[in-house]
């Protein structure tokens, strides 16, 4: 099977001596923006970088997925007698103004800019020099993808930058990168505005995959086996931000904003969409787990295709490996009772729950035979037959499983939102699972489903944060408002001080 990535020269090395250096994209070759953009081959090369960039370790590679961004939610055991990642402690203390913390902090906004800035870069480019790329419906997925890119990275920079969505007294202003120049620095923008450039760029994402996007026409999975007459380039769909990947980061912006009756709405419209009868994507059952796929490959309707992640995951997670011990100052893990209290809420059914009985590794041993329980999301036995690259080498970003909590969250009624936790059980192979008997039982269900289904995915302090909680399962002290807010770096303009 063909790699998705391909290699090319528009990834430049990121700085972060000084605060306009995340804006150089410069290729290394030093090859002009304008030879890149002169085919449509250097666009469709331009728009893989992009994917590549998302996929750095310093953001959606690890940071934001397996470390640092689980670590604000406190979900990591750490011996702080022993520890040695410092950065990962710090965070988990929400202490941000050590050398530790503040590198990690950097390190992920740099990142997320200088991927921000490569979406602009192809922005641009479709408006100036589109032409170049002959076929209209190619011209506008490259051109809506990349204002996907640049709406997923900006989000994030909210949910990690912002103030708290509602309820709180500190205002945040945040820059809203639309430039691709170093020499010009981004506008900045209260919560309000900012909110409102995401919803143009998720509209304009929306206006120009519609019809163009080959989701309309073929399956997921028919695009997954290169269906004959059909360019390479749309190909592989689930591992770009097609069309209902869209809709579905529409729906999780929607919920952050605290706009419930839209995030309903759109999270029902991917979830009852549909392709010749039958439902556009599902959640993830048996199925994925009976193949071994714990990253549930086939409800994914984005992610990351990162073929060398189990190279460092497992040496940071260990996973499956049985031959690695369990070290206090290296590896992340929890202890069993954590995982006990991580399923509390599942109680009787645990028998049966295929996320708790396959998504762990229960008997990793430190060197006093302790044992603790280790993700193996992103751990696969290379020697297996059915060890596909589409079903393992991957990093998550959007799921049908996010989408069914934001609808069961929103939902308008009891009924509605009983039938969406009745359908959502039952694909993690738990059937006849008790009714809520109240909308209020609602927020703490989801609260705690956040933890279990997206563990080292990166989604649960962003959860926290939308909620205003003030308390983190496995934080000893209240999170404060200021523990939600990080600091932006001190090598960025910050008109907030």
Not at 175 to 198: C, G, R
Request: some cysteine; aromatic content about 12%; overall charge negative.
């Amino acid at each position: 099977m063909k790699k998705i990535y391909l290699l090319f020269g528009i990834i430049s090395a990121l700085s972060l001596s000084s605060c306009n250096d995340w804006l150089d994209v410069r290729p290394e070759t030093e090859q002009k923006a304008e030879d890149q953009f002169s085919s449509t081959g250097g666009f469709c090369d331009a728009l893989t970088g992009t994917y590549m960039s998302m996929g750095s370790q310093d953001i959606y590679g690890e940071r934001l997925s397996m470390t640092n961004i689980e670590s604000l939610a406190n979900l990591w055991y750490m011996d702080e007698t022993e520890t040695r990642r410092n950065e990962d402690l710090d965070l988990k203390r929400h202490t941000y103004n050590t050398t530790y913390a503040e590198d990690a902090i950097e390190a992920i906004y740099a990142q997320l800019f200088n991927v921000v800035a490569q979406a602009n870069m192809v922005i641009k480019n479709v408006d100036e020099n589109g032409g170049v790329v002959q076929n209209p419906a190619m011209r506008a997925v490259l051109q809506g993808e990349a204002y996907a890119i640049r709406a997923y990275c900006q989000l994030d920079v909210l949910r990690l930058f912002g103030q708290l969505p509602a309820g709180g007294t500190q205002a945040v202003s945040l820059p809203y990168s639309e430039t691709t120049s170093i020499e010009e620095m981004p506008s900045y923008y209260d919560f309000n505005a900012y909110v409102e450039k995401l919803k143009y760029d998720i509209a304009m994402a929306e206006s120009l995959l519609k019809d163009n996007d080959p989701v309309f026409q073929y399956s997921f999975a028919e695009l997954n086996s290169a269906p004959a007459g059909l360019d390479d380039f749309f190909y592989y769909r689930q591992s770009r931000m097609n069309y209902w990947a869209v809709k579905a980061l529409e729906a999780r912006m929607l919920l952050y904003v605290g706009e419930k009756d839209e995030a309903y709405r759109v999270a029902r419209e991917v979830i009852d969409a549909t392709l010749e009868g039958e439902p556009v994507m599902e959640m993830s059952g048996p199925a994925d787990f009976t193949a071994g796929y714990t990253l549930c490959p086939s409800e994914c309707l984005f992610y990351l295709s990162k073929y060398d992640v189990m190279d460092y995951s497992s040496s940071v997670l260990i996973g499956g490996n049985m031959t690695v011990q369990y070290s206090p100052t290296s590896n992340l893990a929890i202890t069993h009772d954590m995982r006990d209290e991580l399923y509390a809420e599942v109680g009787a059914y645990l028998g049966s729950h295929n996320r708790y009985l396959h998504q762990w590794n229960n008997n990793i041993r430190d060197a006093y035979q302790q044992t603790y329980s280790a993700t193996t999301k992103y751990y696969w036995d290379e020697d297996e037959a059915n060890n596909l690259m589409t079903c393992h080498q991957l990093v998550p970003m959007l799921r049908m499983s996010e989408v069914y909590l934001i609808a069961m969250e929103a939902a308008p009624t009891l009924e509605e939102a009983n039938a969406l936790f009745q359908a959502y059980m039952i694909a993690h192979e738990v059937p006849n699972a008790a009714d809520f008997q109240s909308m209020e039982e609602l927020p703490a269900f989801v609260l705690s489903e956040y933890r279990r289904e997206f563990f080292a995915e990166g989604q649960a302090f962003y959860t926290y944060k939308r909620m205003g909680a003030e308390d983190m399962l496995w934080c000893e002290e209240p999170v404060e408002e200021a523990d939600y807010i990080l600091p932006l770096p001190i090598t960025e303009y910050n008109p907030n001080r």
